[in-house]
């Protein structure tokens, strides 16, 4: 499987932005995918996880309650609303998939999106 990332941006505090990932290839209806985000300076960060069916999502503290993840298996599109967003919301957000229908912690990345820029002005 291949991504094409999409979305992203500047926008201002408490603001709303919508990524998304288009993907190729014939597995992506039937693995597990996610969303991680990298700010300067730090380690990359799982914020959100769906699996295969979109039937179980999770989500990292730090986003629970303002981001959503959603996936699409005909048009092989995974997604990420991203609402009331915060100035440490600034980082830049890759689309994953992983090598199970489920996410398996230290399970390993199959592929990854080429990450795409949001940036929360205050």
């Known amino acids: 499987v291949q991504f094409v990332e999409s979305g992203g941006g500047l926008v201002q505090v408490g603001g709303s932005l919508r990524l998304s990932c288009t993907a190729s290839?014939?597995?992506?209806?039937?693995?597990?995918t996610a969303w991680f985000r990298q700010a300067p300076g730090k380690e990359r960060e799982l914020i959100a996880t769906?699996?295969?069916?979109?039937?179980?999502?999770n989500y990292a503290d730090s986003v629970k309650g303002r981001f959503t993840i959603s996936r699409d298996n005909v048009e092989k599109i995974l997604s990420l609303q991203m609402t009331n967003l915060k100035p440490e919301d600034t980082a830049t957000y890759y689309c994953?998939?992983?090598?199970?229908?489920?996410?398996?912690?230290?399970?390993?990345?199959?592929?990854w999106g080429q990450g795409a820029q949001v940036t929360v002005s205050s």
């Open positions: 769906i699996n295969w069916s979109g039937d179980t999502t």
């Open positions: 994953a998939a992983f090598y199970t229908q489920d996410y398996i912690p230290g399970g390993g990345v199959l592929a």
């Open positions: 290839g014939y597995s992506f209806p039937n693995i597990g």
